[in-house]
């Protein structure tokens, strides 16, 4: 027999056997998973939280570390070298006995998810370091042998069971073959070069999985080695047959683009509907469109529009796992971002799985608790218009969207006063007809009038406003123009304010925007960091803690651009703001064929700005533009903190 078929032959075995799936409701098909039906507990609970913990945290230098502490010269490794010693001696392995969570309270923390709103919880189950935060009987590197030397899984699910929260556990298993290749290689400088790393010994081939020494993130591929799809398999199945989550989550495609994944993922359907009564309620996340099969999910991004399946956002208040720099580094997300994010979300038919990485003991920062509260408070006024809602016709109306669906695009959304999310709760009848309608402004309009435009009088006939934390009626009107409603004069709330709108069947009125930036009365253009639009995914949008600025900026390909009016022909005066902890980076400012040169001089920290002059720039008619700031590099784009550009009619 030849190796694949022995493969193959052992997951059959291992989940049944083929006789045992034509009697269940899924088979490792495609054709069969396209049956799935993502149930309504998932389409109706819209957030769940997550915590990525586990023995990467301990060093509490955020994501990855148990691969970077084994990159020469980059950041986790001089922290290794100067806080544990060289890697030929002490490496991952030496720090997996340091994770106790010797502070951890799992019901206090799942008390404190489900206050903030959450309807699930996912806890890690294994991150690409290999280790398992679970009872394995596939991997002695585990929780329960090791480190805390306790059941993770098990009192995480038992916290989430008596909270009323549905179990999730997510996998990260598939891009373990490679994650330890920089564990094979040694110093090339210094007093130790040439000396093995630790990942060498034999001893812990168990751990640092392969020879693999990639540098580029790879889940699967056909050069994976068949060892190590049975070692997925195993160690996946045994998970499902212990814990059977109520969500299953794979930090990738489906492993693999074989029948491999496809027999667990149905082996866990299956056990999941025979723990159901035959009706499958399980839910299955993996960064690959559905086509029905499971629930797609998408890191740290969005979609543009209303999806026709369910789907999932993942994303985390900061780093994936902890990182004490955090603030230094890159800030946590702010509240409103939070619930921006959310109302976005649900109005496209998605759901929002939000990490809060505990500190190794266990425990979140004040920071983290103070996101909590904020979410607790915002849902206790307007969870209506979130839980077991779903997509309207249209999902919003204003200038922010997203222009483009798919990972890493968060850090584009800038949500204003203008921006409205809808949500729709379902009456008698049939799709759309009567029921409640949401809608969900992201901010309070500075003239306390809010207009919708989408629901103009061209729309159909309203016969009530009213707005979720307010006990007082509404002013409102129906105009040409779209719904008017003057707004008390107390908010009910902060971050984003739901109004309740009763009406029959709707058809929403098309709304244009044009986002160009006007002059003010002096001729003036202002083109500020939260109206950029973001060409790239590292460039980011960063608001708090002194910052207001397009900043993570790593990639020198990413640029920035506004589109802006000129209404008086002349000449102006070009200046940047912006700040900057490495200087020497130089970077252009164009619009069409002109061309500004400007580089970057040191400003002390990411929050203290400095102005400089770029010389001129000639429009001889009105009518609009587009500029951009875009890197040059050589020299090497060090990055910027990018404030504002702006232009004034030269004297």
């Not at 999806?307 to 720099?325: A, I």
């Not at 007082?472 to 779209?482: C, N, P, S, V, Y």
Request: charged share 20%.
């Amino acid at each position: 027999m030849k190796p694949h078929q022995q493969l193959c032959l052992g997951l059959l075995l291992l989940c049944g056997g083929g006789a045992a799936w034509a009697a269940e409701p899924f088979a490792p098909t495609d054709e069969s998973l396209k049956q799935y039906q993502c149930p309504d507990w998932f389409r109706d609970a819209k957030l769940g939280i997550w915590a990525v913990w586990g023995p990467e945290s301990v060093p509490m230098q955020g994501d990855w570390y148990a691969r970077h502490l084994y990159e020469e010269g980059s950041r986790h490794n001089k922290w290794h070298l100067e806080h544990y010693g060289h890697p030929s001696k002490v490496g991952f392995k030496d720090i997996i006995p340091l994770w106790k969570a010797e502070k951890w309270e799992p019901e206090q923390l799942m008390a404190l998810y489900r206050k903030a709103g959450a309807k699930y919880f996912c806890m890690i189950a294994e991150h690409h370091d290999n280790f398992d935060c679970w009872n394995s009987k596939f991997q002695q590197w585990n929780s329960v042998n090791m480190g805390p030397k306790r059941d993770i899984a098990g009192e995480w699910q038992q916290a989430a069971a008596k909270n009323g929260l549905r179990f999730g556990m997510t996998e990260h298993l598939a891009a373990s073959w490679w994650f330890y290749g920089a564990a094979k290689r040694a110093d090339t400088n210094g007093p130790l070069a040439s000396v093995p790393y630790d990942g060498q010994d034999p001893k812990f081939a168990d751990l640092y999985w392969s020879d693999n020494d990639k540098t580029d993130f790879h889940y699967y591929g056909t050069n994976v080695p068949p060892a190590f799809k049975q070692t997925w398999s195993n160690r996946i199945t045994d998970m499902i047959d212990r814990y059977h989550p109520d969500l299953l989550y794979s930090d990738s495609p489906l492993p693999y683009p074989d029948e491999v994944g496809r027999q667990v993922l149905a082996h866990y359907y299956n056990d999941n509907a025979q723990r159901h009564g035959g009706k499958n309620e399980a839910v299955y996340n993996c960064k690959q469109v559905s086509e029905g099969r499971w629930v797609q999910d998408l890191e740290r991004g969005v979609m543009e529009g209303i999806n026709p399946h369910p789907w999932q956002t993942d994303t985390c208040v900061g780093g994936w796992y902890y990182d004490e720099k955090v603030l230094e580094r890159h800030g946590y997300k702010t509240p409103a971002m939070v619930i921006h994010m959310l109302c976005d979300i649900v109005s496209k038919n998605g759901n929002l799985l939000l990490n809060f990485p505990p500190r190794p003991d266990g425990t979140l920062d004040d920071d983290e608790l103070n996101i909590l509260n904020a979410m607790a408070a915002w849902m206790a006024v307007n969870g209506e218009a979130i839980y077991g809602t779903r997509p309207w016709k249209i999902f919003g109306e204003g200038p922010s969207r997203a222009q483009k669906g798919g990972h890493f695009n968060e850090g584009k959304l800038k949500y204003t006063a203008r921006d409205i999310r809808f949500t729709h709760r379902q009456g008698s009848g049939q799709a759309h007809q009567g029921g409640t309608l949401y809608a969900i402004a992201l901010g309070w309009p500075e003239d306390n009038q809010l207009v919708v435009k989408s629901l103009a009088s061209a729309a159909g006939q309203i016969s009530d406003v009213a707005l979720l934390g307010h006990t007082g009626k509404l002013d409102w009107q129906q105009t040409a123009e779209g719904l008017v409603v003057k707004l008390p004069v107390q908010k009910p709330c902060d971050l984003a304010y739901a109004f309740k709108i009763t009406a029959g069947d709707l058809l929403p009125v098309p709304v244009v925007y044009d986002n160009s930036i006007t002059p003010d009365a002096a001729g003036r253009i202002t083109l500020p960091a939260d109206a950029a639009e973001i060409h790239g995914t590292t460039p980011k949008y960063e608001h708090g803690g002194g910052k207001d600025q397009i900043g993570c900026w790593a990639d020198a390909k990413d640029y920035v651009s506004w589109n802006f009016k000129v209404t008086k022909p002349g000449t102006f005066a070009v200046a940047v703001t912006y700040s900057c902890a490495a200087p020497g980076s130089a970077f252009a400012v164009e619009v069409g064929a002109q061309k500004l040169a400007g580089k970057s001089a040191s400003t002390g920290s990411w929050a203290t700005y400095r102005t400089d002059n770029l010389g001129t720039l000639t429009f001889d008619k009105p009518g609009s533009y587009t500029l951009a700031v875009k890197p040059k590099s050589p020299p090497k784009w060090n990055s910027i903190g990018l404030k504002a550009v702006t232009l004034k009619p030269a004297e």
